[in-house]
């Protein structure tokens, strides 16, 4: 019944912005934390940003991304964004919504019960 999906993503310059969104649908979205990781090809899935509640606090950024990616929800809309800017070429990977399973680590992608399909983010050089 937990469904999110994400979109937004494509092809950007160097530099460019993007901003990604994941809708959420099947429960109370206001009552749980959300997050977004990223996964490059032959790479691990890795942390980008997580456990942003219903009214915005308790934020984490991974150090390659603080500065320049932006969490934000809209509880009205069920919808959780990442706003991205000044990219690199080194952030092009499969992007993923997920839902905090409320216990663990906001760190680690073993703390989230659900997660998108992903959307594709390309920065060309």
């Known amino acids: 019944q937990v469904q999110l999906v994400e979109s937004g993503g494509g092809l950007v310059q160097a530099g460019g912005s993007l901003r990604l969104s994941c809708a959420a649908s099947?429960?109370?979205?206001?009552?749980?934390?959300m997050g977004w990781f990223r996964q490059a090809p032959g790479k691990e899935r890795e942390f980008v940003v997580a456990a942003i509640t219903w009214s915005g606090d308790s934020t984490y950024y991974a150090d390659s991304v603080k500065g320049r990616f932006t969490i934000s929800r809209d509880n009205a809309k069920n919808t959780v964004y990442l706003q991205m800017s000044r990219l690199k070429p080194e952030d092009t990977a499969v992007y993923y919504c997920?839902?905090?399973?409320?216990?663990?680590?906001?760190?680690?992608?073993?703390?989230?019960?659900?997660w998108g399909q992903g959307t594709q983010v390309t920065v060309s050089s």
């Open positions: 099947g429960f109370t979205f206001s009552s749980y934390r």
């Open positions: 997920a839902r905090y399973r409320n216990y663990g680590s906001y760190l680690t992608d073993r703390s989230y019960d659900y």
